[in-house]
């Protein structure tokens, strides 16, 4: 039997393997109502932040500027080319109301005005002349009344529904048969004989003069006021349309700039046809509109200014007419007090008139810019001046109790004031139609100076827009 031998050395022990660490000890729960020690979540952004992240960073190379570049670009000119149709749809439109829609029917509420005034006076010329009265003068009332009702109808079919020249129109519809009856009596008991003729045609003359011819001057001077607005309406200046273009051109002659200096290339085809657009729209504009506005402002100081001051004058001279005959109807049954003196009311109403009428030919003479529109005013003043003359024989006559001899003065065939009367009414109408020729010229103009405005302007800013946007892109297209 063998043994180990023993050196004194200790025995070796086995290696101990390393033990896997105790884990850590897990957070208990937190208990309802306790403050939770970890940190909350971070937020979640929104679209538009990240949005907002993307074009900044976008915005920090070359091919994202050149991309925000493009697209504003396109826009301005976009805008500039919708303000400016915009702008310029509103004038033309406004240009055409004036030439087809508010002065013509300015023109019609003067013809009503006109109509009923010289039917009064042609209804007191046939009673003075009872039964003698002629076909002229009853045709002439006829024709008088018929054109006052027929203009009425076209006045209330372009009249804006509930307005007020809606409900002057209807009042002067009932009012119109009403004077036309008492004309018709007044006639009636004229031819008779009865004294009471008078009467009615008196009170059919006062109906006529508080009433339907105030409401007749109302539509005119609504009619008027509507004139003006389209005229305030047609010619002010695009200025946002104007600097909108200006701004664009200014944006464009830098996108250029920056082009060039960066490849040194001097033209950009895409850039320089936006340019282009931009340019004949902006110089369309202002050459366009300022035409327009030029014609326009002679159409009202030539054509407008002119027709309203005849158009007063010619009424003035109707009412005039109208109270010369009356005079000699009423014979002193209507008096007025002027100071200490006792007047005739129709006697003094008819020298106001008169000097209504003279005051308005001066003022029609200053305004009449050529011969063939001054020549029938000039015309006008020497009839007015010698229907003064004859008025005042007549009146002389009449004070003196020669009656008939007034009467024959006033009416007669031969050297009568009416003469007059009829050929100043003649020339103002010949004055009328050469200045309303003289307006339809100069308003169809300005209203042509803006033809093709507004499609052109949208037109060549779609076509500026795609100039930029593919000039952009042409840039664009070196970085791929």
Not at 49 to 69: K, N, S, W, Y
Not at 189 to 208: H, S
Not at 360 to 365: F, V
Request: charged share 20%; proline share 5%.
């Amino acid at each position: 039997m063998t043994h180990t031998p023993n050196t004194g050395a200790p025995p070796t022990l086995p290696a101990i393997p390393p033990q896997p660490s105790a884990p850590a000890p897990t957070t208990a729960p937190t208990a309802p109502g306790s403050r939770n020690s970890a940190s909350p979540p971070a937020p979640r952004r929104t679209a538009f932040a990240e949005g907002v992240d993307q074009l900044r960073h976008a915005a920090t190379t070359e091919p994202g500027r050149l991309r925000i570049m493009g697209a504003f670009l396109a826009a301005l000119v976009v805008a500039f080319g919708a303000v400016t149709t915009w702008q310029m749809t509103d004038r033309a439109t406004a240009a055409d109301a004036v030439l087809t829609s508010s002065q013509p029917l300015t023109s019609d509420a003067a013809d009503i005005y006109r109509s009923l005034a010289d039917a009064n006076t042609a209804a007191s010329s046939g009673f003075l002349a009872g039964g003698q009265e002629s076909a002229a003068t009853r045709d002439r009332y006829e024709r008088d009344i018929a054109t006052a009702a027929a203009k009425l109808v076209n006045a209330a079919a372009n009249a804006a529904p509930g307005s007020p020249s809606t409900t002057t129109i209807t009042k002067l519809n009932r009012l119109l048969p009403e004077y036309k009856g008492l004309v018709e009596r007044a006639r009636t008991y004229n031819r008779q004989g009865y004294p009471v003729g008078g009467a009615y045609l008196r009170y059919a003359n006062e109906k006529m003069q508080q009433e339907m011819l105030p409401a007749a001057q109302d539509l005119y001077t609504m009619e008027n006021e509507r004139l003006r607005a389209d005229y305030a309406d047609a010619t002010p200046y695009p200025l946002p349309a104007i600097a909108l273009g200006l701004a664009t051109l200014a944006a464009l002659a830098w996108a250029q700039r920056r082009t060039y200096l960066r490849t040194n290339r001097v033209l950009n085809h895409g850039l320089v046809t936006a340019t282009t657009a931009t340019a004949v729209v902006l110089l369309w504009l202002t050459a366009g509109h300022a035409l327009a506005r030029d014609h326009l402002n002679d159409s009202y100081d030539h054509g407008v200014r002119s027709l309203a001051v005849l158009h007063d004058a010619r009424i003035a001279s109707l009412k005039a007419r109208g109270n010369e005959n009356l005079t000699l109807v009423a014979r002193g049954a209507e008096t007025t007090k002027v100071g200490d003196r006792t007047l005739d009311a129709y006697d003094y109403d008819f020298t106001r008139d008169i000097d209504t009428l003279a005051k308005g030919l001066t003022h029609a003479q200053r305004l009449a810019d050529d011969d063939t529109g001054e020549k029938p005013v000039t015309a006008a003043v020497g009839n007015m001046t010698e229907w003064k003359k004859r008025h005042a024989a007549a009146r002389e006559q009449d004070e003196n109790g020669n009656y008939q001899q007034a009467l024959d003065m006033v009416i007669g065939a031969r050297n009568a004031t009416g003469e007059c009367f009829d050929a100043v009414d003649r020339n103002l109408a010949t004055a009328l139609a050469h200045e309303e020729t003289e307006f339809a010229s100069a308003a169809g103009d300005g209203r042509d100076a803006l033809t093709g405005l507004p499609t052109g302007a949208a037109v060549l800013a779609v076509l500026g827009a795609a100039g930029a946007v593919l000039g952009i892109g042409r840039r664009l297209s070196e970085y791929r």
